[in-house]
């Protein structure tokens, strides 16, 4: 590490209060009812509030304490709800701590997100000063660095247009070049590099790059374990809101691959419980209900597969009301968070949809799944009229084992699929 | 490389006031903000600016023909479309600055979860975005007072002093709200119906001369009775109720020192409950 600490975090925790969830109103009387009877409720409840034990507190981050020296480039990795943008929150100062302390050395600057304060009706060129300015640039920076973020985003032409008419990939690309002109001591992203498209994303890349190595003190937290490793020297591995490992990025990646939470969920069964799952993002009501995976003979699927095996998927699932625009996907994505492959009853063109209501169960076979040995995590989705309606991010993991795929008792070991091949010598 | 400045992180505790010189740093900040409001305020709307002048000016119609000339309400000295448009000029002004003010956090709350600055720029922008509205709605007062040709009273000295309360009672109310509305909703229900029943709380329809003497200490306690009093007096020559005035002036002070210690004590938890 070397140099003096930049950033010192001790001892650092934050709770946040669960809400109290109550169940949706049925009907318009109850509804009434529950309205005129709500002030009384509050006010029992921030009564109790201040007596009560904290059974209802969630701690995001729990006694947490690193330090970051200058010029280090640190990669957070961590599951979902490990505490990574906790962390960066209030090392932004977007929220406060609960207990602990941060001592910070340097002017920071932290991009939690592209486009923060983007305004649509307001212009290219409106936008430009006014999300400088939120990032905590002066106007004379952004004068000084006008014409460099206007090449960077390649659209001198769209100036003048208000943002509103851009398409997402523009929008992305003039947000982000306002952000790569930044020119802090300390850079703190999010996962920023998740959108917009493979070029422009090799642009930022490129240009996080220069930016590590001038010499700036980077934090950077991705689900992209290959950027991580690609970007960072350093990584620290969250889970559960405690820090647990602290060390070189390969060794954290490598220790977040094996750690028990990369596991997941239904390590045992052959079936899985989607209805319940954890790993449903919070916009989605449950629709989809049952995973059930089988192999060769009908023999259910618990663990490991071999290379180049027969899978077989059931989807359980409920449509609120009848269509028959529905659709049903599986991703198989590795334990880096790349996307391997995707399945979905609409690139069948075999497959018979007709109108239906209620539960439905829709079976996926594949004769022949050729992934390379690995495990990979299973994304289910519901779809209606091409919008999903339910996902299960994680619904579960699949471990490929090595096989005598080719019959010759030699199996790749890099790569992503096998494939029946030939050779011939002429 | 890395500066002198250190930054401690720490849970604060407590009543705080809001860090000045802090807000000062972020001048520039609050100074786009308070541009890009004025920007979209009107933006895709045919009459554009000119809303800021059709409000008020349609108001003083209907007071002048419902209230003067039907219900016989006399001003206190100058004709009554011009005494009613100056009352109409400040309370407009606070009207539409508390209201955005009060919904300023809740429309802003993207930048709020993903970036930093003093959260008091939100509201004090929202409300800065309306002084371009007044600004030209004084034009408007001048305009009348020429074609009412209505003196203009040396008291017009006192014109910067009568902004700067009516400034000081609209931030502090509008920091206030702001940071009830973040936490309880129930303000964005109550908002606009004390907006409206303000109008009747605050001399703007009628002039205090026509109110008993023994409510104008309760109506003082209005910071707006002061203001559209104090209004009137420097603009128009009405007589100048300096106790009402001098009460006014003092509920705005507390006002925003309420305002301040309010604001810092409930932004700590705005980010989390938005």
Known sequence: MGGPAIIEVERLSKSYRLGITRAPFDNLREALFRGLRAPAEAWTRLNKRRKEDGRDILWALRDLSFSVAEGDVVGIIGANGAGKSTLLKILSRITDPTEGTVRIRGRLSSLLEVGTGFHPELTGRDNIYLNGAVLGMRKSEIDARFDAIVDFAEMAAFLDTPVKRYSSGMYVRLAFAVAAHLDPEILIVDEVLAVGDLAFQRKCLGKMGEVSRGGRTVLFVSHNMAAVEHLCRIGLVLEGGRLVFHGSTKEAVEYYVRSPAAEGPGAESHSTDLSRAGTRPPQFRPALRRLELFTAGGAPLSANIPVGGYFRAEVRFALERPTSSFDVSIRFDDLLGQRILAVNTAFDPAFERREHGGELEAVCEIASLTLTPGSYKLRVALLVGNTEIDVVEDARRLTVVPSDYYGTGRMPRTGTFVVPHRWSLR | ?274
């Open chain 2, 1 to 274: 490389m890395a500066s002198e400045i250190e930054l401690v992180i720490q849970p604060r505790k407590g009543w705080q006031a809001i860090d000045l010189r802090e807000l000062w740093h972020y001048r520039e900040l609050l100074g786009f903000l308070l541009w890009r409001d004025v920007r979209i305020r009107y933006a895709q709307t045919i009459l554009g600016g000119l809303w800021a002048v059709v409000q008020p000016l349609l108001a003083m119609a209907i007071f002048t023909a419902l209230f003067h000339r039907m219900a016989g309400i006399q001003s206190d000295g100058p004709p009554y479309p011009l005494f009613a448009f100056v009352g109409l000029t400040a309370w407009i002004f606070f009207s539409n600055a508390i209201s955005a003010a009060a919904a300023s956090l809740i429309g802003n709350q993207q930048l709020i979860s993903k970036v930093y600055f003093p959260r008091a720029l939100i509201p004090l922008a929202a409300i800065g975005a309306f002084v371009l509205d007044f600004a030209v709605n004084l034009v408007i007062v001048a305009g009348m007072m020429v074609y009412y040709r209505w003196p203009l009273s040396a008291g017009v000295v006192w014109l910067p002093v009568c902004v700067l309360v009516m400034l000081v009672a609209t931030a502090g109310v509008g920091l206030i709200l702001a940071a009830l509305n973040a936490h309880y909703r129930d303000v964005k229900y109550a908002v606009p119906f004390f907006v409206q029943l303000g109008l009747f709380v605050t001399p703007v329809i009628y002039s205090l001369a026509a109110v008993p003497e023994r409510f104008h200490l309760v109506l003082g306690l209005n910071p707006m009775t002061g203001v559209v009093e104090a209004f009137r007096h420097s603009l128009l020559e009405s007589p100048a109720r300096w106790s009402v005035i001098g009460e006014s002036a003092a509920v705005s002070l507390v006002l925003l020192v309420l305002g301040l210690y309010l604001f810092r004590r409930m932004e700590r938890r705005f980010a989390d409950v938005i």
